[in-house]
């Protein structure tokens, strides 16, 4: 009996800023500047049942029943995380080209309109978290490497991390006592 | 990542508001942010335009020097200049030999049979890029495509103007009910098509794919893009050239008609192949436009320098 495979997806969501929005003028700055204000927090509406429902939404637009029925059924975001914005989403290995490209296709989520982007394939779900802790480290520490202009922003952006770490932690000491 | 299409806000030669100047910014911060650090600067002209072929200085509109130096706090990051000229009729395009020096890449947008096939065959340009959103009104042939490949001319694919902006998801309803208008339904469906052409008769060679982003959300993240492409049929092998070695190789072909004789030659000793191609800061742009070309003196290097003292000895 061959086992049923299926791929783990690992995207972020980014904020670009908005004409006449907050930081429009002031996005530019610096790369840091930059960085801080399209990794921002997501508001609460989004979750993984919303993130499923835009998704299986974009299949049917541009692949139609066949898509939505071979792709779409199959989706199911896992994880989710608010505060960086970051999520994995589980899906059918022979249709994950379809997923990936209908993220790509997507530029709103409700009234806020957003770039997705997919940061790694796997598949195990523990590959893509142990990717997404290597990444966020490397992140804050381009972040932390700037000057400290606007140090309220670098706090609020590294607390969201370090929770994020937190769990990193606990899964490290998971896989010592596995061994 | 070369991005070689971030578009300048105006299509003539008035200056650009502060806040389209602001959002030209944001795009190139974007695009840093998503990790690509060659960009260029795309000037787009319609063919009823006219360009001051008098004054070569104000041929370019493009303020280089202010925008590096906005910049200047972005490692890695190197901006070029490109021009894009629409042409319908063959015989409008006389001057092109005088835009040589002022822009790093010269492009061409064709809306006829007969200026592509021109396009192909007798200017000497970089790059063909054509306006996807809308019906091509020929059929691409692999022939004529296929020629231009091997001459070294890349087809370009702008991305941004099929998933974004009018052609992109609306809220309508105060339900947040995400929806696709008439109008962007048939802007997807027809650059999906134009994508199969466009790869059918290049045979997944010679393409570049570039953003062409007005603003930052119309920004997406190259294997992303190339995921989507190869869901419409580009080479898996091949498909990752369209954002590193085709563009680069677009960016060297027109660098080396400013830096080099007959594209043959460059006089260049003290610094690396990529110092020579690519620090574009240093040159002095009055010398860069003038009619004679810009053409280096052997003095202008030390081995030159050396070559003069020993003569003099």
Redesign the interface.
Not at chain 1, 19 to 43: H, I, K, V
Not at chain 2, 28 to 47: D, K, P, R, S
């Given at each position: 009996m061959v086992r049923l495979k299926q791929r783990y997806i690992l995207f972020d969501i980014l904020y670009p800023p908005e004409p006449n929005g907050e930081e429009f003028d002031t996005f530019s700055d610096s790369p840091r500047s930059a960085l801080l204000s399209l990794y921002q927090s997501s508001s609460t509406s989004i979750n993984p049942k919303t993130l499923t429902q835009v998704i299986r939404k974009i299949l049917q637009d541009h692949y139609g029943d066949f898509g939505a029925g071979t792709a779409g059924m199959s989706v199911s975001v896992k994880y989710f995380n608010n505060k960086t914005s970051t999520g994995i989403l589980r899906c059918s290995r022979q249709s994950f080209h379809l997923v990936m490209a209908s993220l790509t296709l997507l530029n709103r989520i409700g009234k806020r309109e957003v770039i997705v982007r997919c940061l790694h394939v796997s598949g195990t779900i523990k590959k893509c978290e142990e990717f997404s802790i290597k990444r966020n480290k490397n992140l804050m520490l381009v972040v932390k490497q700037g000057k400290k202009d606007n140090s309220n922003g670098v706090n609020q952006f590294i607390n969201n991390f370090g929770q994020n770490e937190a769990f990193a932690i606990e899964n490290d000491v998971e896989d010592g006592s596995d061994e | 990542m070369f991005d070689l299409n971030v578009p300048w806000p105006v299509q003539t030669y008035n200056s650009p508001s502060q806040?389209q100047l602001?959002?030209l910014?944001?795009v190139?911060?974007?695009l840093?942010?998503?990790g690509y650090n060659h960009l260029a600067i795309n000037f787009n002209v319609q063919e009823n335009v006219k360009l001051p072929y008098g004054q070569p200085t104000s041929i370019n509109p493009i303020p280089m020097q202010q925008l590096r130096e906005?910049?200047s706090?972005?490692?890695n990051l190197k901006l070029f200049s490109r021009i894009t000229l629409q042409i319908s009729d063959p015989s409008q395009c006389q001057g092109l030999s005088k835009l040589q020096n002022i822009f790093d890449i010269i492009s061409i947008q064709p809306n006829t049979e007969k200026a592509l096939q021109l396009a192909t065959t007798n200017l000497d340009i970089d790059m063909i890029s054509f306006s996807l959103t809308s019906r091509l009104p020929f059929f691409l042939k692999h022939k004529t495509i296929g020629a231009a490949i091997d001459k070294g001319i890349k087809f370009e694919i702008i991305y941004s103007s099929a998933?974004?902006g009018p052609a992109?998801?609306?809220?309508t309803s105060a339900n947040?009910n995400?929806t696709?208008s008439t109008t962007a339904l048939l802007a997807?469906k027809v650059f999906f098509n134009n994508l199969m052409q466009l790869i059918r008769a290049s045979r997944s060679n010679g393409l570049v794919v570039s953003s062409g982003a007005f603003?930052?959300?119309q920004?997406?993240?190259g294997?992303?893009?190339l995921?989507?492409l190869?869901?419409v049929g580009l080479d898996r092998a091949r498909s990752k050239a369209c954002i590193t070695d085709n563009p680069e190789k677009v960016l060297i072909s027109g660098r080396l008609r400013i830096k080099s004789a007959k594209q043959v030659i460059a006089v260049n000793n003290d610094e690396s192949m990529e110092g020579l191609l690519y620090s574009n800061e240093g040159e002095d742009p009055v010398k860069k436009t003038e009619t004679a070309g810009f053409t280096k003196k052997l003095s202008d290097t030390s081995s030159g320098r050396l070559l003069k003292k020993q003569r003099i000895v």
């Amino acid at each position: 009996m061959v086992r049923l495979k299926q791929r783990y997806i690992l995207f972020d969501i980014l904020y670009p800023p908005e004409p006449n929005g907050e930081e429009f003028d002031t996005f530019s700055d610096s790369p840091r500047s930059a960085l801080l204000s399209l990794y921002q927090s997501s508001s609460t509406s989004i979750n993984p049942k919303t993130l499923t429902q835009v998704i299986r939404k974009i299949l049917q637009d541009h692949y139609g029943d066949f898509g939505a029925g071979t792709a779409g059924m199959s989706v199911s975001v896992k994880y989710f995380n608010n505060k960086t914005s970051t999520g994995i989403l589980r899906c059918s290995r022979q249709s994950f080209h379809l997923v990936m490209a209908s993220l790509t296709l997507l530029n709103r989520i409700g009234k806020r309109e957003v770039i997705v982007r997919c940061l790694h394939v796997s598949g195990t779900i523990k590959k893509c978290e142990e990717f997404s802790i290597k990444r966020n480290k490397n992140l804050m520490l381009v972040v932390k490497q700037g000057k400290k202009d606007n140090s309220n922003g670098v706090n609020q952006f590294i607390n969201n991390f370090g929770q994020n770490e937190a769990f990193a932690i606990e899964n490290d000491v998971e896989d010592g006592s596995d061994e | 990542m070369f991005d070689l299409n971030v578009p300048w806000p105006v299509q003539t030669y008035n200056s650009p508001s502060q806040q389209q100047l602001t959002g030209l910014y944001n795009v190139i911060a974007t695009l840093y942010c998503l990790g690509y650090n060659h960009l260029a600067i795309n000037f787009n002209v319609q063919e009823n335009v006219k360009l001051p072929y008098g004054q070569p200085t104000s041929i370019n509109p493009i303020p280089m020097q202010q925008l590096r130096e906005r910049f200047s706090e972005y490692p890695n990051l190197k901006l070029f200049s490109r021009i894009t000229l629409q042409i319908s009729d063959p015989s409008q395009c006389q001057g092109l030999s005088k835009l040589q020096n002022i822009f790093d890449i010269i492009s061409i947008q064709p809306n006829t049979e007969k200026a592509l096939q021109l396009a192909t065959t007798n200017l000497d340009i970089d790059m063909i890029s054509f306006s996807l959103t809308s019906r091509l009104p020929f059929f691409l042939k692999h022939k004529t495509i296929g020629a231009a490949i091997d001459k070294g001319i890349k087809f370009e694919i702008i991305y941004s103007s099929a998933l974004t902006g009018p052609a992109g998801y609306l809220v309508t309803s105060a339900n947040d009910n995400m929806t696709l208008s008439t109008t962007a339904l048939l802007a997807r469906k027809v650059f999906f098509n134009n994508l199969m052409q466009l790869i059918r008769a290049s045979r997944s060679n010679g393409l570049v794919v570039s953003s062409g982003a007005f603003q930052s959300v119309q920004v997406r993240n190259g294997p992303d893009i190339l995921n989507l492409l190869q869901t419409v049929g580009l080479d898996r092998a091949r498909s990752k050239a369209c954002i590193t070695d085709n563009p680069e190789k677009v960016l060297i072909s027109g660098r080396l008609r400013i830096k080099s004789a007959k594209q043959v030659i460059a006089v260049n000793n003290d610094e690396s192949m990529e110092g020579l191609l690519y620090s574009n800061e240093g040159e002095d742009p009055v010398k860069k436009t003038e009619t004679a070309g810009f053409t280096k003196k052997l003095s202008d290097t030390s081995s030159g320098r050396l070559l003069k003292k020993q003569r003099i000895v």
